[in-house]
């Protein structure tokens, strides 16, 4: 079975600078998709960033970035320009690329911002 | 477009009472499905639909029952709520063809005393 590690169970960073936060995973698979998902206080899911496990180039999405390392099976967020709003749970996940789309979460990481 | 829609936002049960969670999507995605979120653990899978009429277990199943009778909709029942079942339930949906991308409502907090 497929897990997801994500060891930092708080981060904080200051405002405007930048933070990593770090996922491991564990599959037998060779494609897949890794997800970060980030849940602000209202609750709700918001898809950050995807990876597909078969493209070399790492994926960005404005100020955030990861960093794939698929034989280490690493997967590392970046937040570059940190801000207020990104004061969140952050979430990796794990999907297979065929079959029933089920994701696979690590525990989460708590990102504080100071001002 | 509404996206994923949970009912209620919030609910208290007392052991042994049942209730059914309710989720709707107007997206007309194939795949919907129910994870239970508790602190420390992340989200885990308790139930999944590949279409209506279909549908199989996750990784926490018992306790809930699902079912698919439209695209539409995916409720949740829970049969004899137990504490152990205080969480907070998310609702997801998605296509089979936009992988991997899928919308979650705004979740429903739960708590069994």
């Known amino acids: 079975a497929q897990t997801v590690t994500q060891s930092q169970p708080e981060m904080s960073v200051q405002e405007a600078e930048t933070v990593t936060l770090s996922c491991t995973y564990d599959?037998?698979?060779?494609?897949?998709?890794l997800f970060w998902y980030k849940q602000p206080p209202s609750r709700q899911m918001i898809l950050v960033i995807r990876?597909?496990?078969?493209?070399?180039q790492n994926a960005t999405e404005n100020r955030f970035s990861v960093n794939f390392q698929k034989a280490a099976k690493s997967f590392s967020l970046k937040i570059s320009d940190s801000q207020l709003g990104d004061a969140a749970m952050y979430f990796c996940?794990?999907?297979?690329?065929?079959?029933?789309?089920?994701?696979?979460f690590g525990q989460g990481t708590r990102l504080t911002i100071n001002p | 477009n509404a996206g994923v829609t949970q009912t209620p936002k919030f609910q208290v049960l007392k052991t042994g009472q049942s209730m059914t969670l309710q989720c709707a999507q107007d997206?007309?995605?194939?795949?919907m499905s129910w994870y239970r979120q508790d602190p420390g653990m992340g989200l885990r899978l308790i139930h999944y639909?590949?279409?209506?009429?279909?549908?199989d277990q996750g990784e926490v199943p018992n306790g809930y029952n699902v079912s698919r009778s439209t695209t539409e909709d995916f409720p949740l029942r829970l049969l004899s709520a137990a504490p152990s079942q205080t969480s907070v339930y998310f609702c997801?949906?998605?296509?089979?063809?936009?992988?991997?991308?899928?919308?979650f409502g705004q979740g429903t907090r739960l708590t069994v005393v």
């Open positions: 997801a949906s998605s296509f089979f063809r936009e992988a991997g991308i899928a919308f």
């Open positions: 599959t037998s698979e060779s494609d897949y998709y």
């Open positions: 990876q597909e496990a078969y493209k070399q």
């Open positions: 996940a794990y999907r297979k690329l065929w079959g029933a789309q089920k994701l696979v």
């Open positions: 997206m007309n995605h194939e795949y």
């Open positions: 639909s590949v279409g209506a009429g279909i549908t």
